[in-house]
Nanobody, 121 residues
Framework: QVQLVESGGGLVQAGGSLRVSCAAS????????MGWYRQAPGKQRELVAT???????NYADSVKGRFTISRDNAKNTVYLQMNGLIPEDTAVYYC???????????????WGQGTQVTVSS
């Protein structure tokens, strides 16, 4: 199986910064896209940022210029550096990875358990 474990969430004041990390482990042959989604109370889960295996990135308009996604392919880890945080960024942040498992010829999507990010005004 494949597990995604997030870390680094917490409470921060508006204008502050946080970095969240997500490490994938298990029977991994390769990882295609990785990314972050978030879900605020009473709202649907929404895309924050994604990064392809080659490094190309995609961001939600609401975080462009403030958040930076990166990955370390050797460590199967994706990071989200969040600067200039605002209260509207408060949500549970979920890590995502599209993984090809060892000895399995197709890719599957996996999710982390979520990490809370709270931005106080």
């Amino acid at each position: 199986q494949v597990q995604l474990v997030e870390s680094g969430g917490g409470l921060v004041q508006a204008g502050g910064s946080l970095r969240v990390s997500c490490a994938a482990s298990g029977s991994i042959f390769s990882i295609n896209a990785m990314g972050w989604y978030r879900q605020a109370p009473g709202k649907q889960r929404e895309l924050v940022a994604t990064i392809a295996s080659g490094g190309s990135t995609n961001y939600a308009d609401s975080v462009k210029g403030r958040f930076t996604i990166s990955r370390d392919n050797a460590k199967n880890t994706v990071y989200l550096q969040m600067n200039g945080l605002i209260p509207e960024d408060t949500a549970v942040y979920y890590c995502y990875a599209r993984v090809r498992r060892s000895q399995v010829p197709w890719e599957s999507d996996y999710w982390g358990q979520g990490t809370q990010v709270t931005v106080s005004s």
